[in-house]
């Protein structure tokens, strides 16, 4: 027990010490997410209504067996007495059943249903990984900004405090940095949390203690979107997009449900056959009689009326079928939305962070220039304080654009149905290990 256990450790400890991408994570959670998995126990299950329709158009065969004891007496006769046994074996083929070829061919349509809604699933699952794997990132980021804030701000306020000790500065300059030095406590304790936070939905998704991430290139060029037309991707969306094509396959089913309940009162022809063999033991010495029979045949039935039922049923399978198609339309419409704006997420994306890596520059350079002026007496410790929060503001804001850029490319993907593992993989080209 204690040799399974330390087993355990020590695999939890060698994994948490190494690096992972983003593929490597998105290949935990594929085994361990409970979401995923029950989308593919629905799957299995779909992929039964097929075999289940088929079976309706195939023929059924039953066995049949009995054992009795009679016992008969009267004030006419002595009592008699027999053990009657005997077997029948029957068999009925659908010859004509317009309802089961329905039927069947909606069988056919859930398996598709069941296959794109995996494929969803697929999709929905690596979508979940990016995010929750840049969050962690950009909770990483946002704790690295906000200890280095506090350790500047601690230097300031040490230096505010001398310099008043001295004489060399009056006592608001220490009041301020003191006000900083607070501040910035208490959102290193809020990054703090919220790394914590978004560590544990990392570990949720996979199963197991989150790893230490790569992270993303300083320089790393992220791609623009292939093609780079919104409208084509609208296009796309709309025509291949797995929400459209799960409500396209719906409505399919919703009309072969209305032609399935109209079939309801058709006529049915079916081909039947038995063969049965009984067996009459006595015991009052009567002449023992046993028979065989077989039987061969068409069957006709035709229920032509059943209490309006069949009428109601064709009424709903119609609403039903009106339902299905506007929600068809909706699909489409949202489709199209969410290409749009998955779209100008990575355009504007990169633009945004374009401007702010050139934002960071600026910001280092005026830091610098501040740092100069307190030293020849034209700046203020504020200053220079104001000048590094403007810094670092434009570092955490430059790495959230471009995480969310990431994301917004994955996405975009996925209104196409177009996102695969692949694409995980080329992602990881922009990853490196952390120091």
């Known amino acids: 027990m204690h040799t399974k256990f330390l087993t355990a450790l020590l695999l939890t400890f060698a994994w948490t010490a190494q690096a992972a991408n983003l593929s490597e994570v998105y290949k935990l959670a594929r085994q361990h997410d409970p979401v995923y998995a029950a989308a593919y126990a629905s799957y299995k299950a779909g992929l039964e209504r097929l075999p289940q329709t088929q079976a309706l158009l195939r023929p059924s065969i039953g066995l049949s067996a009995s054992l009795r004891h009679n016992q008969v007496d009267t004030n006419l006769s002595s009592g008699t007495s027999s053990n009657p046994a005997?077997?029948?074996?029957?068999?009925?083929?659908?010859?004509?059943?317009?309802?089961?070829?329905e039927t069947y061919e909606q069988g056919k349509l859930q398996t598709l249903l069941a296959e794109s809604q995996l494929k969803a699933a697929e999709q929905d699952l690596i979508l979940r990984?990016?995010?929750?794997?840049?969050?962690?990132?950009?909770?990483?980021?946002?704790?690295?900004?906000?200890e280095a804030q506090k350790k500047a701000i601690a230097e300031q306020l040490a230096q505010a405090k001398?310099?008043?000790?001295?004489?060399?500065?009056?006592?608001t300059d220490t009041h301020e940095a003191q006000a900083r030095s607070d501040l910035a406590s208490a959102q290193e304790i809020a990054a703090r949390n919220d790394l914590a936070v978004k560590r544990q939905s990392?570990?949720?998704?996979?199963?197991?203690?989150?790893?230490?991430?790569?992270?993303?290139?300083?320089?790393?060029?992220l791609?623009?979107?292939?093609?780079?037309?919104?409208?084509?991707?609208?296009?796309?969306?709309?025509?291949?997009?797995?929400?459209?094509?799960?409500?396209?396959?719906a409505e399919e089913i919703a009309?072969?449900?209305?032609?399935?309940?109209?079939?309801?009162?058709?006529?049915?022809?079916?081909?039947?056959?038995?063969?049965?063999?009984?067996?009459?033991?006595?015991?009052?010495?009567?002449?023992?009689?046993?028979?065989?029979?077989?039987?061969?045949?068409?069957?006709?039935?035709?229920?032509?009326?059943?209490?309006?039922?069949?009428?109601?049923?064709?009424?709903?399978?119609?609403?039903?079928?009106?339902?299905?198609?506007?929600?068809?339309?909706?699909?489409?419409l949202l489709a199209a939305l969410d290409a749009r704006n998955a779209f100008l997420g990575v355009a504007s994306g990169n633009a945004r962070s374009q401007a702010l890596a050139q934002a960071v520059v600026s910001?280092?350079?005026?830091?610098?220039?501040?740092?100069?002026?307190?030293?020849?007496?034209v700046r203020t410790r504020v200053d220079v304080l104001n000048a590094q929060q403007q810094l670092f503001a434009a570092q955490r804001d430059l790495a959230a654009a471009r995480y969310e850029t990431i994301k917004s490319g994955l996405a975009l993907k996925a209104t196409a149905a177009a996102l695969t593992e692949a694409d995980l993989a080329a992602m990881d080209a922009f990853l490196k290990p952390a120091k």
């Open 162 to 171: 001398f310099s008043f000790e001295v004489g060399a500065a009056t006592i």
């Open 129 to 146: 990984v990016a995010r929750a794997y840049f969050d962690v990132l950009l909770a990483q980021d946002n704790l690295s900004t906000s």
């Open 223 to 249: 791609p623009a979107p292939e093609p780079d037309d919104i409208e084509k991707w609208v296009a796309h969306s709309q025509e291949s997009g797995l929400g459209v094509a799960i409500s396209r396959t």
């Open 86 to 101: 005997g077997f029948g074996l029957s068999l009925q083929q659908p010859l004509y059943r317009k309802q089961n070829l």
């Open 363 to 377: 910001s280092e350079s005026q830091l610098q220039s501040t740092k100069l002026g307190l030293e020849v007496g």
């Open 202 to 221: 990392l570990e949720k998704l996979i199963g197991a203690v989150a790893p230490k991430l790569d992270i993303l290139a300083s320089h790393a060029k």
């Open 255 to 332: 009309r072969r449900e209305v032609a399935k309940q109209r079939a309801g009162g058709l006529p049915t022809l079916d081909l039947v056959a038995s063969y049965s063999d009984t067996r009459n033991g006595t015991s009052s010495g009567l002449t023992k009689v046993d028979s065989q029979s077989a039987q061969l045949g068409l069957e006709l039935a035709w229920a032509f009326y059943q209490g309006g039922a069949i009428e109601s049923r064709i009424r709903e399978a119609q609403a039903n079928q009106e339902k299905a198609r506007f929600e068809l339309d909706e699909a489409r």
